[in-house]
């Protein structure tokens, strides 16, 4: 089964030049093209140029279907908004409010990313409010003759959802299901701060899979054909990783000792599931620092 059979569409947005890294994914209805997380700024001519493969303008975008609201899955999203009339955006309600006004959303990014959130980024502009379509999860959203079921599915993010097809058994689950794809070949979680939390992370996986679907969508990257047993190696790396972390905190020294010690860790971690000349590239997809980061605030709010 290719992408084409189920209907949707993997649009590679190369982000920074790197392929097989940010996924927007093309959905087609009677309504009109959807995108689910249409990736940051910058990659807008990627998206715009992946759209146009397919026989479709920008301007045409009927709706944006976001997980959540990390700039790497949804900084385009105002920018859109702004280019292309009655464009909807639908977002947990958590996330809505920093969509509208992205401040606090872009002072906590720039904490991590400093001097590098043009280039990494772009522009982040504010969306309307009358723009957006606020989700709690539990919905059913009709587009044409498309059906997409709502689940709230936090533990990446508190403002994370995932979207369901049931007439193609496809689950889009954003960062739900880690890090998987052609150039990552083992399943990596990815914790960053300030949302990580493993019961919650946990329990969204288990709600995914009550929708036995026949293959997941993630936006690092692409399609998984095999749902179950990929979410059973990332619930196996994310109890792996946050006790790395707890140990980590025991130990002497400074948090970027702390860091470091469980960034060697992973790669005892990774050794045997890939080849080791790889080893350390997958790891960095995944950002081990932040993951660290992420997880260790978990530990110190218990």
């Given at each position: ?21 940010v996924a927007a994914c ?106 957006v379509t606020v989700l ?72 995914i899979l009550e929708w ?91």
């Amino acid at each position: 089964m290719n992408d084409r059979d189920v209907g949707y569409r993997i649009l590679d947005l190369e982000h920074l030049g790197r392929t097989q890294s940010v996924a927007a994914c093309l959905l087609e209805t009677a309504a009109g093209p959807l995108i689910v997380d249409p990736g940051p700024t910058v990659s807008l001519p990627r998206l715009r140029a992946g759209l146009a493969r397919h026989g479709y303008a920008l301007e045409r975008l009927g709706g944006l279907l976001l997980t959540h609201i990390h700039l790497d899955h949804a900084g385009a999203s105002g920018v859109l908004v702004r280019e292309v009339p009655g464009l909807r955006v639908y977002v947990h309600e958590a996330g809505a409010p920093h969509l509208i006004d992205p401040t606090k959303l872009l002072n906590s990014a720039t904490r991590l990313y400093g001097d590098r959130m043009g280039e990494l980024w772009g522009e982040v502009a504010p969306i309307p409010a009358e723009r957006v379509t606020v989700l709690r999860g539990g919905e059913r959203l009709r587009f044409g003759e498309r059906v997409m079921e709502v689940a709230y599915t936090p533990g990446h993010a508190t403002h994370h959802v995932s979207y369901f097809d049931p007439a193609s058994r496809t689950a889009f689950v954003g960062d739900t299901a880690g890090i998987y794809g052609p150039a990552f070949p083992v399943v990596l979680p990815v914790t960053p701060p300030p949302d990580f939390d493993l019961e919650a992370w946990l329990a969204s996986i288990a709600r995914i899979l009550e929708w036995h679907p026949d293959q997941i969508v993630l936006t690092h990257f692409g399609t998984g054909r095999d749902p179950q047993r990929h979410f059973e190696e990332l619930r196996r790396g994310l109890v792996a990783w946050a006790e790395l972390t707890r140990v980590s905190l025991a130990k002497d020294g400074s948090d970027a000792d702390r860091a470091h010690w469980f960034a060697e860790q992973l790669e005892e971690w990774i050794e045997g599931k890939v080849a080791p000349d790889l080893a350390k590239q997958y790891l960095a997809g995944a950002g081990p620092e932040a993951c660290w980061q992420g997880m260790a605030r978990y530990w110190r709010k218990r």
